[in-house]
């Protein structure tokens, strides 16, 4: 538990010394449209032969930190329709921050958009 913490103080210290107000908010999407029987890898890097860190199924909440490539923020874009948001990030990869081996040790990684969905 005092890991947890100690993770979650940490990232949003960092987040509000980075100076963007959205960056110590997080935004909840869904892993959606991955094949049937397959999972959204998380990456440690913005690449698809980034070591993967973990693997979430359809159905699957993600806590977003907001930060995607190409300096897409979903925060920016998160008054737009559903359809919109999904179109926004379908070739981006967007960083989350999950808890890749259940232990309560918090870090970021990153998905590929075209496999997530505003929830």
Known sequence: ???????????????????DGHAAAFSAWQ????SWGDT????KYPASYSQKQ?????????QMTGRCTDGLNL?????KSE???????RYRWCEVWHDPK????FTTGWVYG????PH
Do not use: C, E, H
Not at 1 to 19: D, W
Not at 54 to 62: E, F
Not at 83 to 89: E, L, M, S, T, Y
């Open 40 to 43: 959204l890898n998380v990456r």
């Open 75 to 79: 925060f920016d874009i998160s008054g």
């Open 1 to 19: 538990m005092k890991r947890t913490l100690l993770a979650a103080s940490l990232f949003f210290a960092v987040a509000a010394a980075a100076g």
């Open 54 to 62: 973990s693997a979430y199924p359809n159905g699957t909440v993600l």
């Open 114 to 117: 075209k496999y997530i969905r």
């Open 31 to 34: 892993v959606t449209d991955v």
């Open 102 to 105: 259940n232990d309560g040790d």
């Open 83 to 89: 359809w919109a948001q999904k179109q926004a990030v």
